[in-house]
Every structure is written in structure tokens, then in C-alpha cells.
């Protein structure tokens, strides 16, 4: 799978500003196998080095993950609440699941896929309302492509392609 920056929207360092490129990037990313099962690896495709390493947590109540650096330092924690009528994602800054921590939380409509493509709304810790989505993605995992788009705007700031990598 690649992933692509666009150039059209200026930088936003929702997590960590070393992972905000001026240019297009193009990453790839691999399934690895772990003690937790299938987890994922993030390479920089021009170099080949790993840039995030996505851990599965094995022994835990809620679902979650950690994203790793290159040096396996904690990037992000991501923890799954499946609601009744959606599933809420929470994602946290490093190995911590604090409310101070929060980064942003990703929502999906319905458990139910009611059809191929998926959409999802992110919000900003800051956006406690969740009125309105900060960015959105839209895509579909069978096809492999996705694109986040600036709040439900058409101005997309990055798009994901598998097709283009195979």
C-alpha cells in the first residue's frame, strides 16, 4: 500500500511535526507476524527504512495498539469502544489512554457496512463538541485507496493507493 501527501494544504502536526513532510511521501506498508499476532510495519518506500511499526496489545480488556518510531519509542496508543449503532476509536499521544493525552478520536457510522466503501470523521482532542469533523476519510479497504479530506471539504491532504504500488 502507498500513501501520498498531497501539496495542496499547508502541514498540520496533529501528532508530532517529524512526521509532517514538505513534499509527497511515499510509504509502504507491510504485514508482519509478532507475538500479538498480525501487526504492520510502515516503510519510507524511497529507502526502505521503517519509519512506524503498528503493536497489537495482547493482554488487554479494551482493543488497542501501539504505533512505534523507528527506535520503538510509543508514538500513539489507539483504543477501540464499539457503541451500540458505531465504533469510536481514541487515539492518545505515546503509551498513554489519559484524557490529557488525547489526540483525536475517529468515528465510523455503523458496525454494519451497509456498502464497499467506508467513512469515517476524525476529530481534534479540542473539538469536544463533535459537531462537525476535522478531517474525514473515505476509501474503501477492498480497493486498497482511501483520501482525508479537510473537514467534510472536498480539499483532500492525503491519499492512500495500493494500486499504484503493486
Known amino acids: 500500500m502507498e500513501m501520498e501527501m498531497e501539496d495542496a494544504a499547508p502541514a498540520l502536526a496533529v501528532v508530532d511535526a517529524r512526521f509532517c513532510a514538505a513534499d509527497a511521501a511515499s510509504l509502504a506498508v507491510a504485514k508482519t507476524l509478532s507475538m500479538s499476532g498480525s501487526d504492520f510495519a510502515v516503510i519510507d518506500k524511497a529507502t526502505g527504512a521503517l519509519v512506524l511499526r ?40 505515546g503509551d498513554s489512554t ?3 493525552d488525547l489526540l483525536f478520536t475517529v468515528t465510523k457510522p455503523s458496525v454494519i457496512p451497509l456498502h ?30 482511501c483520501a482525508v479530506s479537510l473537514g467534510d471539504s472536498d480539499t483532500v491532504v492525503a491519499r492512500i493507493d495500493r494500486r499504484s504500488f503493486l
Open 54 to 93: 503498528v503493536d497489537g496489545v495482547l493482554f488487554s480488556l479494551r482493543r488497542r495498539c501501539v504505533l512505534v518510531d523507528a527506535d520503538r519509542r510509543p508514538v500513539l496508543t489507539v483504543q477501540e469502544s464499539a457503541l451500540l449503532l458505531n465504533t469510536r476509536w481514541k487515539v492518545f499521544r
Open 98 to 100: 489519559r484524557r490529557r
Open 116 to 145: 464497499k466503501s467506508t467513512r469515517v470523521s476524525v476529530f481534534l482532542a479540542s473539538n469536544d463538541a463533535e459537531q462537525a469533523c476535522d478531517f474525514r476519510i473515505t476509501g474503501s479497504y477492498h480497493d486498497g485507496a
